[in-house]
């Protein structure tokens, strides 16, 4: 029997593909076209999905084995090897320059209020300074180099700069008034240490003094508070009575003697409790009439610091709340006899609405039958006052 050709067809079913020679094993070969066999489309299998390899990655080392060795996910890499290459070695840091000089401390310091005026400036640093061209750094308008004296401490660190005099306080008579401006005072970058290194920038500082307040006060020209009492219990006589506007000291000069004492009251209720100090108070009054030698025959005036409601009996012999001393051994017609009578203020202020004051000779009365009298006119009798307020 003559073999029929063989018929190599290209069958496709379901993406696949098939190249073969068709036949059986008992002889019997297709004639024709071959048909597909019909496949039903749920019966098939998933396709197969290659996967797809991404190109393989460049490792970049520094060091390593050759890149015949390096693979990536076991595949040798080919081609030319990318090496990072070392980095430069940091250079060596500069060594620190040694710190140039700061000021640590200035005294008063910069911002105070409420200075006295006999201060001195000081200027603390941090390392020894060159004395000149730091003396020569100095500058303020208000305290000029010009009127200052400069002096250091043994390590140069400390420069204390004393004004030649005391400073001047601002003055006035009503606080509300009186203002109290800054005191400036620089050094300039001029100024060095003894390396030679000046400090960085100019320096300002500043401070403010105490204010000084003047004011004169008049004695309460009340009867009953300035005035004039005898031991015998009655006001006075004459230029020394009641309805006088006097205050008599010393003796009448009658049989038995009668002793004469002066009260003086001021009001102090405008003085602050707040003061920082009481620099002046000093009591004024004129002798205006005189009447024998009461200096020669009753010996020294005496002031007392008292404290009354009334001139009468109580006062004339309560004891002082502080025997002051003797404030005058001699004074003829018009002279000014003065005290200084601070300490009775500053205990009264804030705490009493009046200072009060009683005079007396050192003798009672000499008995001589003559009057020795000291008179004195309400309106020469004053303290003039002058405290410091910040």
Known sequence: MQRKPVVRKLLTTAGWLCLAACGSTNGDLFDGEVAPPEVETSALEPPVVQPVLEPPAIVVVETGPSPSEITNGGLPLTGEMMVTPPLPATP????????????VS?????????????????ITFNVPMERGPTEAAYQSEAVPSSGVSFSWNDDSTV???????????????????????????????????????HLSAPAEFSFALLRQINVSLSAQQNRDLTGSYRSNDTYGQGDCARNQDTVCVGDNGGNGGIQYKGFMSFDISSLPTSMAQLSLARLNFQITERSGNPFNGLGDLFLDHAAFEVIGLDAFQADPLATMGAIADSGNTGAVLQADVRAALMTDVGSR???????????????????????SAWDTQRIDVSYLIP
Do not use: C, H, W
Not at 353 to 375: C, H, M, P
């Open 92 to 103: 060596p840091a500069e060594p620190m320059q040694p710190a140039g000089p700061r000021i």
């Open 106 to 122: 200035v005294s008063p310091a910069d911002g105070a209020r409420g200075v006295t005026n006999d201060i001195d400036i000081v």
């Open 159 to 197: 420069l204390t700069i004393t004004p030649d005099a005391p400073l001047d306080y601002p003055t006035g008579t009503d606080p509300s008034d009186v203002e109290s401006r800054p005191i400036s005072f620089f050094l300039s970058a001029s100024a060095q240490d003894q390396a030679g290194k």
């Open 353 to 375: 609405s009046r200072s009060q004051f009683r005079l007396e000779f050192e003798e009672s009365t000499n008995q001589n039958g003559n009057a020795d009298t000291v008179i």
